[in-house]
């Protein structure tokens, strides 16, 4: 998992030059406080609102199981949280509707099964933000992202910092 934020961190800056010292930083509390194993399970790996499906009961089936893999449970959940803080920063959702359904997500997957730590879920919504958004801003020339990218990388700080 390090190798591949360090792949990032520094993509990221390559391409935006502006924003390769908060890049490596991040990348720096990110190696500081690597987070230990934990238990592993079976990861969608995409996880995101266009991978689920509501059915007429209410009940939420998923699709898309094409990066499905052993790993931490925090990696799907801290990716789905960094998915709705992206959406936030860059624009496509009030700040509060993404902590409203933040929220409810979190309070979903608790009633199924224990959330991950909180340092542990900071660390995995952090490293998402890096590793799944800020990259795909600049490898998949997402305008939004590309506009508010000093923010995604302070978002993540912040987030890390708790």
């Known amino acids: 998992m390090l190798d591949s934020l360090a792949l990032a961190a520094e993509l990221v800056a390559r391409a935006r030059p502006d924003v390769a010292r908060p890049a490596e930083q991040l990348l720096a509390s990110l190696e500081r406080r690597a987070v230990g194993a934990a238990a592993t399970v079976f990861l969608h790996g995409d996880l995101h609102p266009k991978n689920a499906l509501l059915s007429p009961s209410g009940r939420i089936g998923l699709i898309d199981f ?23 920063v860059v624009g ?23 959330l991950p730590g909180e340092a542990e879920l900071r660390w995995h919504v952090a490293a998402a933000l890096l590793a799944e958004r800020a990259l795909r801003a ?23 910092d708790g």
């Open 66 to 88: 094409d990066q499905a893999a052993p790993g931490n449970p925090a990696a799907d959940v801290g990716g789905l949280l960094a998915g709705l803080r992206y959406d936030a």
């Open 92 to 114: 496509r959702v009030a700040p509060a509707a993404a902590e409203r359904l933040s929220a409810a997500f979190l309070a979903g997957y608790r009633a199924l099964r224990e």
């Open 138 to 160: 600049v490898n998949r020339v997402r305008e939004p992202g590309l506009r508010r990218l000093p923010a995604v990388l302070a978002d993540a700080r912040e987030v890390l």
